[in-house]
């Protein structure tokens, strides 16, 4: 499970890179479904990169919604 959801991460990142802002966050947010109850440092990292790259992606509902889900994950 903490496999599956470090890749969903980095290829929500990819995504990004690529310009395909919808389907980053997309992936993301089945990246926070997958990483539901695992604890690891690794999971966490993927966590405050996304909530460092969130500030640049338009203001949707959609990454409303990931900033909120993240930041119930980590506060």
């Given at each position: 499970?903490?496999?599956?959801?470090i890749?969903?991460?980095?290829?929500g990142?990819?995504?990004?890179?690529?310009?395909?802002?919808?389907q980053?966050?997309?992936?993301?947010?089945?990246?926070?479904d997958?990483?539901?109850?695992?604890?690891?440092?690794?999971i966490?990292?993927?966590?405050?990169?996304?909530?460092?790259?969130?500030?640049?992606?338009?203001?949707?509902?959609?990454?409303?919604?990931?900033?909120?889900r993240?930041?119930?994950?980590?506060?």
């Amino acid at each position: 499970k903490r496999t599956r959801a470090i890749v969903l991460a980095d290829l929500g990142h990819v995504q990004l890179e690529r310009g395909n802002t919808t389907q980053a966050l997309a992936t993301w947010r089945e990246f926070i479904d997958c990483a539901e109850g695992v604890q690891s440092v690794r999971i966490q990292h993927r966590l405050s990169n996304i909530t460092a790259r969130l500030p640049a992606i338009p203001n949707t509902a959609t990454a409303r919604e990931l900033g909120e889900r993240i930041a119930m994950r980590v506060g």
